[in-house]
């Protein structure tokens, strides 16, 4: 994923990024091969030094208030092909690959499943694997 003449370890390249007052930045995941849009997620500065570092998708969980390694539960990792910055430096593309082919935490490839029909979100992909099966039951 990084050129040799990539300093990951080297933080200066994360002052290029313009942080929200809470040190967070989105971060949006395609997959590599098909372009598709996977996810959207939020990432602090040690996310994304350890995305780098890693290889691994690792993003900032704003409601567990910690680090948050996708696929740490449900084996559906993100493994990073390509990690690129917007024009505004302001928002992280992650160019992934998928692992078990499902991104979102209700069972399906994408997270963005509904479309607005008629004024009403309509579930339009869908459920590849139950989420009871892959988190277990609450």
Not at 90 to 96: G, P
Not at 108 to 116: A, E, G, N, P, V
Request: aromatic share 8%; net charge negative.
């Amino acid at each position: 994923m990084q050129n040799s003449s990539d300093n990951v370890e080297n933080p200066d390249w994360l002052e290029t990024i313009r942080w929200t007052e809470e040190g967070l930045v989105p971060a949006i995941a395609q997959d590599a091969e098909t372009g598709e849009i996977l996810m959207m997620a939020w990432m602090n500065r040690e996310s994304l030094r350890l995305t780098a570092e890693e290889g691994q998708a690792v993003y900032w969980s704003r409601s567990r208030g910690k680090l948050w390694r996708k696929g740490e539960t449900s084996g559906h990792q993100q493994v990073i092909r390509d990690i690129r910055l917007d024009c505004d430096e302001d928002v992280i593309l992650l160019k992934v690959e998928q692992k078990g082919g499902i991104a979102c935490h209700t069972g399906r490839r994408s997270c963005f499943y509904r479309s607005l029909k008629d004024g009403q979100w309509v579930s339009v992909d869908p459920v590849i694997k139950d989420p009871d099966t892959i988190y277990g039951s609450n």
